[in-house]
């Protein structure tokens, strides 16, 4: 019998009866209350690298340009941009989407995305990254309630 076959069988053996390797502990789950605080956190703070600012109409100083900068109160009311423009509360949003636009669906993860790099100039969390997925908990809870009214066709037959 060759060297290398003589010491299989006993190689063998051990490897069947060692004991397993301990498995990798899974991350902790994400809470939903810590993801919707962490969204209203990057939603009140965060820039996205943007290095916009702008004058509030009733400021002194320049601030730096975050989501709240539009939709102040943290989304609940109505919000106006920087250059005076209304724009409606997000209580409810989450509940509208997805939507129909220009004959596209687009989801609440791609508005928030159009919202950061056309209305901040920064650039959006990955699509279910954490970051965006604190940002749809977080707008998620604003909607919290709210009729769930899509513009979504029945299902199918």
């Known amino acids: 019998m060759p060297p290398l076959f003589r010491f299989a069988a006993p190689l063998l053996a051990l490897a069947v009866l060692a004991p397993a390797a301990p498995a990798a502990t899974p991350p902790t789950p994400h809470s939903l209350?810590?993801?919707v605080d962490d969204g209203a956190a990057l939603f009140a703070h965060a820039r996205f690298g943007s290095t916009r600012s702008y004058m509030p109409l009733d400021g002194?100083?320049?601030?730096?340009?975050?989501?709240?900068?539009?939709?102040s109160g943290g989304g609940v009311g109505p919000g106006?941009?920087?250059s005076g423009l209304?724009?409606?509360?997000?209580?409810?949003a989450a509940a509208r989407y997805p939507q129909v636009r220009g004959g596209r669906v687009v989801t609440l993860e791609q508005q928030i995305a159009h919202c950061i790099a056309g209305g901040l100039g920064g650039q959006p969390p990955a699509a279910g990254s954490a970051a965006m997925t604190d940002l749809v908990a977080y707008l998620s809870a604003l909607s919290r309630g709210a009729p769930f009214a899509p513009q979504l066709p029945a299902p199918p037959h």
Do not use: K, Y
């Open 60 to 71: 002194l100083d320049r601030h730096a340009l975050t989501c709240i900068a539009c939709h």
């Open 80 to 82: 106006h941009t920087p």
């Open 33 to 35: 209350r810590q993801a």
């Open 86 to 92: 209304t724009l409606p509360s997000l209580q409810g």
